[in-house]
Each structure stands twice: as structure tokens, then as C-alpha cells.
């Protein structure tokens, strides 16, 4: 297969885990005779920078082009003024409306190696296996927002909203991976407060009572599910959500799997026609600048994300495979950041990391 990448390193430790991600995908193409052209462009503090924006017309351009996308993170203290009029985070929420991507998929496994980095009791984690899907382009992030004098000072204002397409495109992607999966989809929202919500539990009841009669539909508000998640994790399987909901959520799963350094995620938009599906991929931890350049970052949910990038965006579905058995296969053999690093198993390097799992991939 031959396929076009273009990387977005972008702040932080976000350039030395993606030179991990493409250190991956060069092994793929080695092992399995596939061509991968590989293209970098700017995006977030690192583009404000360098352009004045954090999001370049260049950058959506290669982006457009290409065949799927591989981002690093975005941010750091450096551009960290709320006041700013541009900020890294725009670049990210632009790229994401420029292609299209509205569905965000957050698997959340637990590997036995982990277990001890989770600050939950271990018989809680037992048959822990989810996939949280975010709705990404619309609500409050993309809201209306405004401030205005008010007697007291200030006025902020925030709006949410979501159309019943939004919501119907985003019930369809998650039940279809449910109906792939145990046929239990968890639908999260606040429709005892929020009239977005209560058109989500609605629009949601209907779609899925309509088209997807063989999937069990639960509903659930967002403060007990983030009580759930805690104390009965397992009994989850696929979990949709609304953006900001999505957000907080999953940042709390990745506790289950003792660090946000391991979670991956798949940012996708309608599936084509064509041989691939374009989406961007991204481990769900932020440029962590307290540790940037230190060489300790995990790589381990960026070559995750390259996996996800295979099997969704290339319908590579073996070397997606090979990939994550790699990454399992380094954990058993106790080599891991310190993140994650158990008692007994060897602290290594990036970069250390990164070479073991790609040595690990082959074709089997």
C-alpha cells in the first residue's frame, strides 16, 4: 500500500513521542512491504511561533492531502495567557473542524503489567475493556463565547449547542462499535439540567430504537457515570458521549490504565468511498512541558495511535495487530517509562521504549 502521513509533532514532549509513532510506522512499512510517505507541519505553540497563527493554511492544506494524520500534543507555559487572542488549543479544534472529524474513539484496556500503576484496587480493573466516543465539533468548545460588562464587574458567556444531526451522526458511529462489541452502549449526558442534553437523550432514544434495536441503550447522567467509572469499570463497553463531557471523562479512564501515557485515541469523519478514511491520531496526554526534552516521556499511546491510524484510517487490520502485540509484548517483558514502571520492571528511556516495541513488530 502506498499512503500519505502528515505529522504534527507540535509543543512539548509532543515531538519526541511522535518520532517514536514514526519510528513505528517505518517498521510497518519495512515488515509488510508498504510505501509511507511521511510529511511533518506546524501546529499550535510551535506554529504561533513560526506564522503568527496555530493554525496555518499550509498545515491544513498538507493535512488535506494526506491520508491520515499523526499529532503530538499542543501548549505549553509559553503561550499559556487566557487573555492571548491566539492560543496552541485553537490550532488543535481547527484542524479537527477542517477535516471533518466529529467522532473521537478513546479505547481503554487494561494490560495485566499495569495493573500497579492504577491507583484503584486491582480486583476492580479485572475485565476492564471500553471505548469512550466523544462527539468533537460541537457544544460548548465551539459555542458562542463573549464577555460584556455587568454591574458586578464582568460577564462571561459560554454557549453550548448541538443540533439533532450532530447528535444523530455521533449515536450512529458509537453504536455500530457497540453492535461490533457486547451490544451495550452507555449514552451520558445532564438532561436533568441541560436542554442540549435532554435533545441528546431524545434524539439518542430515538436512533437507537429505530436502527440499532439490537444494542441495549442505557442512559446516564455525566456525575454518575464519573462515579461509576470509578467503582464498577468493568461493567462498561462503549460509552458516547458530548464533547466537553467526553473530555473530563476520559481523562479520568486513563487512570484505570495507570497513566494518560497510555491511552490512545482516533479522531474520525465520515468513512468515504475510497481505500482509506481520513482521521487524526493523538495520544490523549497533553505536552507535559514539565518533562519535555528530560527523554522520559511515554511513547507507548502514540505508537497505540499509529495502530488505530492502521486499522481505521488504512484498513490495515494485521499490522495494527502487529503493532499493539509489540507494544504488549514490551510491557511483559517489564521495559516501560517510569510512568508506568512497576516494582521489578526496567525504567527506560523514550527512546529506549520506543526501540523496543519496534523491534517487536513483526508478521505474525
Known amino acids: 500500500m502506498n499512503a500519505t502521513i502528515t505529522t504534527l509533532p507540535g509543543d512539548g514532549i509532543g515531538p519526541e513521542v511522535v518520532a517514536q509513532g514514526v519510528a513505528a510506522l517505518n517498521q510497518v512499512a519495512a515488515v509488510f512491504g508498504h510505501t509511507f ?17 496555530a493554525l496555518p493554511q499550509v498545515t491544513i492544506d498538507a493535512c488535506t492531502a494526506s491520508d491520515a494524520v499523526l499529532l503530538g500534543a499542543v501548549g505549553g507555559p509559553k503561550w499559556d495567557n487566557p487573555a492571548a487572542k491566539v492560543r496552541p488549543e485553537q490550532g ?16 481503554v484496556t487494561i494490560h495485566e ?17 471500553m471505548v469512550v466516543v466523544r462527539e468533537l465539533t460541537g457544544g460548548i468548545y465551539f459555542g458562542e463565547k463573549r464577555r460584556e460588562a455587568h454591574a458586578s464587574g464582568e460577564l462571561a458567556i459560554d ?10 451522526r455521533i449515536i450512529r458511529a458509537a453504536a455500530v ?24 437523550r431524545s434524539v439518542t432514544t430515538r436512533v437507537m430504537k429505530d ?8 442512559h446516564m447522567l455525566v456525575d454518575s457515570c464519573a462515579m461509576h467509572l470509578i467503582r464498577r469499570p468493568a461493567d462498561f463497553d462503549v460509552i458516547v458521549t458530548e464533547n466537553m463531557f467526553g473530555d473530563i471523562l476520559t481523562d479520568e479512564a486513563s487512570q484505570l490504565a495507570g497513566s494518560m501515557g497510555m491511552l490512545p485515541s482516533a479522531s474520525l469523519g465520515a468513512d468515504g468511498t475510497g481505500p482509506t478514511r481520513m482521521g487524526l491520531y493523538e495520544p490523549i496526554h497533553g ?35 502487529a503493532v499493539e502485540r509489540a ?38
Open 37 to 53: 510517505t511521511l510529511k511533518t507541519a506546524l501546529l499550535g505553540g510551535c506554529a504561533i511561533d513560526e506564522t503568527g497563527t
Open 159 to 168: 454557549t453550548c449547542v448541538y443540533t439533532t444531526g450532530e447528535i444523530e
Open 177 to 200: 462499535i457497540a453492535r461490533g462489541r457486547k451490544k451495550k452502549l452507555v449514552s451520558v449526558d445532564k438532561a436533568n439540567v441541560l436542554e442540549t442534553s435532554r435533545l441528546w
Open 92 to 107: 488543535l479544534l481547527g484542524i479537527r473542524k477542517a477535516l471533518g472529524l466529529y467522532a473521537n474513539l478513546r479505547p
Open 287 to 321: 505536552s507535559a512541558p514539565d518533562i519535555a526534552g528530560k527523554g522520559i516521556a511515554n511513547p507507548m499511546a502514540t505508537i497505540l495511535s499509529v495502530a488505530l491510524l492502521l486499522r481505521h484510517s488504512l484498513h490495515l487490520e494485521s499490522e495494527a495487530q
Open 327 to 364: 507494544v504488549y509484548a514490551t510491557l511483559e517483558a517489564g521495559i516501560a517509562t517510569g510512568d508506568v514502571a512497576a516494582k521489578g520492571m526496567t525504567r527506560s528511556t523514550t527512546s529506549q521504549v520506543g526501540a523496543a516495541i519496534v523491534a517487536r513488530i513483526a508478521r505474525t
Open 211 to 218: 436502527e440499532f434495536p439490537d444494542v441495549t441503550l442505557e
Open 113 to 129: 503489567q499495569l495493573i500497579p500503576a492504577s491507583p484503584l484496587r486491582p480486583d476492580l480493573l479485572v475485565g476492564v475493556d
